[in-house]
């Protein structure tokens, strides 16, 4: 059974004084694959601009846009409409040599390397070779999502956008994002590969045709252990229905969903709102 | 001033010294059995006759010459100036013409192989490539993926460095796909030999340098897009403080273009404009001298005021082009260099008419530990960078340096390659009064404008003053000399003497091009962090 979504995403910036001149990248339209299928997406942006799309090397669909008039305040509104499926859990599960063997550890290079956001860390990496005693590695990165849902306390306030994996870990909470690059370090190390993931999670299980909810923008990761599949650390459950994915990169920084140069004082995000409608 | 008892013999006395470091080295001006070698023949005659005095006052007639020029160095900046030595190095026809078949192939090879790195990816799919090799490159930019210029090019200019073995071969060093810097002091170097040597210009046919803008602004105006009918070409550099200011703006002034900082520039719905008394003026092309971290910090470095915010998707927008393109360090990155054989194979189907120097990859296991056993007499060089930072010669290090080295190449494999010590050639220098054999090695320059590749004849030769050192860089203080490419005997080729303006104002773009008023600008090729 599938469910048909609609997202309606509002974010942005207002800035302490007016602002003559912004350029901005928004990665927000949802796509499609076997699980998800993307109806249709629009962008819009107050005051309004005309968008440059393109695809970047991740595969993302990216509005480019760039104002002119002095403002004080942008908003940025994606509203898409797809529909989603279950993931169960992948049947193959890959043995730790296929999963090391030269020609993934080639292919998957760049899905196994340590980042800014996902540092490479002595001490994580003995609690993630505990963990995967005597697992398979789907087992594994089961267990080390759990792990990660188990330590981490949600809390918002205690991380920002720049946390890494490590700052998250050592204050014991964090958010999505947290959550997610946290997972990613750990998977790493002991060599899975294993992306960063930037979405947007319906928040009730049993919502009813015709409801809105407030949903939220989420993160979780995507992992290969004989093929790519999907989990959520966060919520420690898997990626269902309700979540809707927009981009995968190596962590945060290559899906960063809105980034922005401008000219003139600084800026405070706008509240971001994500309103979830189940139609079908 | 001149010591009146000098012999002429004597300027070369003790020239081969059989117990000179590196004697296995090919001298080019002495061949060891048959003396003087038929492309200098003229020169040493030249010069044989000259005492030791005279040398030195040629050379301070030299430097007084540099100094009129208004050619003045940073020496505290990371590029010391280049001193130039008096006596030229001389290449004949018949090698440049195989060194120039050998530079235009690789310049084509690696067009081809920039192309699909940053579109389709079919060397790797096909497996002649590791992805690993390319994903794990430091200036494998993902930003510039997905960007085609549109006549193709992105190695708009080249600087392939080459060095010449014990048998007298040219082997590539290094590739420069970036901002190769030194064209100035090919062109410089050249106008000053010429007011203090005519005599010595009188008796070669020497091919001239001076022409290398009218190339380069062909090949910027040939890169436009489509839509520009009388392309607006602008030279892009960080500013005076850079070490090659004076490159850009002579570049600049040359090509008879506007020399402009990022802050006279901006994007407009993805169209590049310049800032002008006079208004907005759209820019076709930007031949820039800044790297690609800091050209748009919408894409790169975000704190960086160098660059212009939204150059990047105007680029990608086919509405302005980049020169060279952004991310074009992938193919002269020098894991990535030891590939080349493969990729020439694969992209043109041909087998390298230049061959590398040989060279073990760390990231091999195999070649990772025969590289820490033998440390101790290979050479050390970061895959990255340039300068000559980073590079450990094993003989001459220290046995706490060697283990130093040892445990960076452990730490990170992918970052360092090894070659033998290589025996640059060596060509007569000025030390102190006499001439000395000293270690070259040489930069030509090519500029590709979509449909042919042009070599300049010459290029920068860059000499290892301290006695045996092979060390050629300018930050650990070599020279520079003059370098002349001889016209065939039988050919109508231009030669040095044939045209106007030798040691003349320089340069004047003679071709149709536009001429507006050029500010000044320079070369950098280091990195800026």
């Known amino acids: 059974m599938k469910w048909r979504l609609r997202v309606v995403h509002t974010t942005g910036y207002r800035y302490d004084g007016p602002v003559a001149q912004s350029y901005n990248e928004a990665r927000l339209t949802p796509r499609s694959d076997d699980r998800q299928n993307l109806m249709v997406a629009r962008l819009e942006t107050v005051p ?17 846009f760039d104002l002119f008039t002095p403002h004080t305040e942008l908003k940025v509104v994606a509203s898409s409409v797809v529909e989603t499926a279950g993931q169960p859990l992948p049947p193959i599960d890959a043995t730790w040599n296929e999963v090391r063997s030269a020609e993934s550890v080639d292919l998957y290079a760049e899905y196994l390397e340590f980042t800014t956001y996902v540092p490479k860390h002595r001490e994580l990496a003995s609690v993630a070779r505990r963990l995967r005693k005597g697992h398979t590695p789907q087992e594994t990165v089961l267990a080390i999502s759990k792990w990660v849902h188990d330590t981490l306390k949600y809390q918002r306030g205690t991380t920002g956008v720049h946390s890494s994996a490590i700052d998250a870990w050592q204050a014991g909470e964090g958010v999505c994002q947290d959550y997610a690059h946290l997972t990613l370090a750990m998977l790493r190390s002991v060599g899975i590969p294993s992306r960063y993931v930037s979405g947007y999670l319906h928040t009730k299980p049993n919502a009813a045709v015709g409801e809105t909810v407030v949903g939220e923008s989420h993160a979780w990761i995507e992992t290969w252990t ?55 | 001033m001149s010591r009146a008892s000098s012999r002429p013999a004597e300027l070369f006395a003790g020239y081969l010294d059989p117990q000179r470091p590196h004697a296995s080295a090919y001298d080019e001006m002495f061949d060891p059995v048959d003396g003087v070698r038929p492309a200098y023949k003229r020169l040493h005659d030249s010069l044989s006759p000259l005492r030791p005095g005279d040398l030195t006052t040629r050379s301070e007639a030299l430097d007084r010459a540099l100094v009129d020029q208004g050619i003045t160095f940073s020496l505290s900046g990371e590029e010391r100036p280049f001193p130039l030595d008096l006596v030229p190095r001389v290449i004949t026809a018949s090698e440049w013409a195989r060194l120039e078949r050998g530079i235009v192939q690789r310049v084509r090879g690696l067009e081809a192989f920039l192309a699909d790195i940053y579109g389709d990816q079919q060397i790797i799919k096909d497996g002649v490539l590791p992805r690993r090799l390319i994903t794990s490159c430091e200036h494998f930019h993902r930003q510039a993926a997905g960007i085609v210029p549109p006549n193709g090019v992105r190695i708009h200019v080249a600087g392939i460095d080459v060095v010449r073995d014990e048998q007298g071969d040219f082997r590539v060093l290094e590739d420069n796909l970036r901002s190769p810097s030194g064209v100035s002091y090919v062109m410089e170097n050249r106008r000053t030999m010429a007011r203090v040597f005519p005599d010595l210009f009188a008796k070669h046919r020497v091919r001239p340098v001076g022409d290398y803008a009218v190339h380069l602004l062909r090949s910027l105006r040939a890169a436009a897009p489509p839509g520009a009918t009388d392309p607006n070409v602008v030279v892009l550099t960080p500013g005076v403080f850079n070490s090659a200011y004076f490159e850009h703006s002579l570049l600049a002034r040359q090509m008879g273009v506007e020399l402009v900082e990022g802050r006279d520039l901006f994007a407009r719905n993805n169209v590049i404009y310049l800032r002008t008394t006079e208004g907005e003026q759209r820019v076709d092309v930007i031949y ?60 043109l189907g041909e087998a390298p008419l230049l061959p590398n120097v040989d060279t073990y990859r760390c990231w091999l296991p195999a070649e990772h530990d025969e590289v820490l056993d033998r440390i101790d007499e290979l050479v050390t060089k970061p895959v990255e960078g340039s300068g000559g930072y980073g590079i450990v010669f094993g003989p001459d290090a220290s046995p706490k340096e060697l283990q130093a080295q040892r445990r960076r190449i452990k730490t990170n494999p992918r970052g360092w390659i090894a070659q033998p010590v290589v025996q640059l050639s060596t060509v007569p220098t000025k030390v102190g009064e006499r001439l000395q054999p000293r270690h070259v090695d040489l930069r030509p320059f090519a500029v590709n404008d979509g449909e042919s590749v042009f070599v300049l004849p010459g290029g920068l030769t860059r000499v290892a003053i301290p006695e045996g050192s092979l060390i050629v860089n300018s930050s650990q203080g070599g020279g520079s000399k003059d370098t002349w490419v001889l016209a065939p005997r039988a050919s109508a080729a231009i030669s040095e003497l044939s045209g106007p303006g030798l040691g003349g104002s320089g340069v004047k773009s003679e071709e149709a091009s536009t001429p507006e008023r050029g500010p000044e600008l320079n070369i950098a090729q280091q990195q800026q962090q």
């Open chain 1, 48 to 64: 309004a601009t005309r968008a440059y799309k393109y695809t970047d090397y991740w595969g993302t669909e990216v509005n480019a």
């Open chain 2, 288 to 347: 820039r001298r800044i790297d690609d971290e800091f050209l748009d910090p919408v894409h790169f470095e975000p704190d960086s005021v160098l660059g212009v915010a939204g150059l990047v998707n105007a680029a990608r927008a086919g509405n302005v082009v980049i020169a060279n393109a952004i991310g074009n360090g992938v193919g002269d990155d020098k894991l990535v260099y030891t590939y080349l054989p493969e990729i020439l194979k694969y992209y």
């Open chain 1, 226 to 280: 004989g093929e790519w599949w999907g989990f959520d650390p966060t919520n420690d459950i898997p990626i269902a229905h309700r979540h809707v994915w927009v981009a995968t990169g190596r962590d945060y920084a290559d899906v960063s969903p809105l980034k922005g140069i401008y000219s003139g004082g600084a800026a405070t995000a706008i509240e971001v709102t994500v309103d979830m409608t189940r139609l079908a």
